[in-house]
Nanobody, 125 residues
Framework: QVQLVESGGGLVQAGGSLRLSCAAS????????MGWFRQAPGKEREFVAG???????????DYADSVKGRFTISRDNVKKTVYLQMNSLKAEDTAVYYC???????????????WGQGTQVAVSS
């Protein structure tokens, strides 16, 4: 089994930055696809960013169009931690952010097997 614990959420002003962390426990972390999703009140959970093992020496990252160029996903396989660096934050980024782990690259929440508890990100303008 895999357990995910998120941290780093909080309140930030528009234009500011925040870094979310997701610490994972369990086996096969290096080959798992790790993703970040977010959900605002009254809205569906949406894909934010994902990072998947390519089978080589690098990982392939993907981003939602709404965050591309502002957010960066990365992972530290030694620490079994995935990060989401969020820059140039906007009020529309306000949501609960969830870390997820799955066995294949996907932008669909239903394709992920393990989820963290979520961390609140609030951006004021």
């Amino acid at each position: 089994q895999v357990q995910l614990v998120e941290s780093g959420g909080g309140l930030v002003q528009a234009g500011g930055s925040l870094r979310l962390s997701c610490a994972a426990s369990g086996r096969m972390f290096n080959t798992y696809t790790m993703g970040w999703f977010r959900q605002a009140p009254g809205k569906e959970r949406e894909f934010v960013a994902g990072i998947a093992w390519s089978g080589g020496i690098t990982y392939t990252a993907d981003y939602a169009d709404s965050v591309k160029g502002r957010f960066t996903i990365s992972r530290d396989n030694v620490k079994k931690t995935v990060y989401l660096q969020m820059n140039s934050l906007k009020a529309e980024d306000t949501a609960v952010y969830y870390c997820a782990a799955g066995t294949r690259p996907s932008m669909r929440a239903g394709d992920y097997d393990y989820w963290g508890q979520g961390t609140q990100v609030a951006v004021s303008s």
